[in-house]
Nanobody, 118 residues
Framework: QVQVVESGGGLVQAGGSLRLSCAAS????????MGWYRQAPGKQRELVADITSDGSTNYADSVKGRFTISRANAKNTVYLQLNSLIPEDTAVYYC????????????WGQGTQVTVSS
């Protein structure tokens, strides 16, 4: 069983920054893909960014140039740096993990709230 835990959300003014952290644990098998999703009230869940074990990254168009996903030296640990935040970024941000590329994300964190005030 894999546990995914994210943290770092909070309240920030437009133009500010936050850094979210995520760690997957509880398994001896490598987690090869990790990503961040977000969901605002009444909206569909959307992929924000993800990263592979070799460092390849993918971003939603809405966050390109503002958010950066990265891997820590520790295995199965990722960060999401959120810069130039706008109110439209307000959502619950979820960290997700999976072992293979051909399936949807299978392990999910509890979510961390990001609120951007105008």
């Amino acid at each position: 069983q894999v546990q995914v835990v994210e943290s770092g959300g909070g309240l920030v003014q437009a133009g500010g920054s936050l850094r979210l952290s995520c760690a997957a644990s509880g398994s001896d098998f490598s987690i090869n893909y990790m990503g961040w999703y977000r969901q605002a009230p009444g909206k569909q869940r959307e992929l924000v960014a993800d990263i592979t074990s070799d460092g390849s990254t993918n971003y939603a168009d809405s966050v390109k140039g503002r958010f950066t996903i990265s891997r820590a030296n520790a295995k199965n640990t990722v960060y999401l740096q959120l810069n130039s935040l706008i109110p439209e970024d307000t959502a619950v941000y979820y960290c997700a993990a999976k072992r293979v590329a051909t399936v949807g994300y299978t392990y999910w964190g509890q979510g961390t709230q990001v609120t951007v005030s105008s």
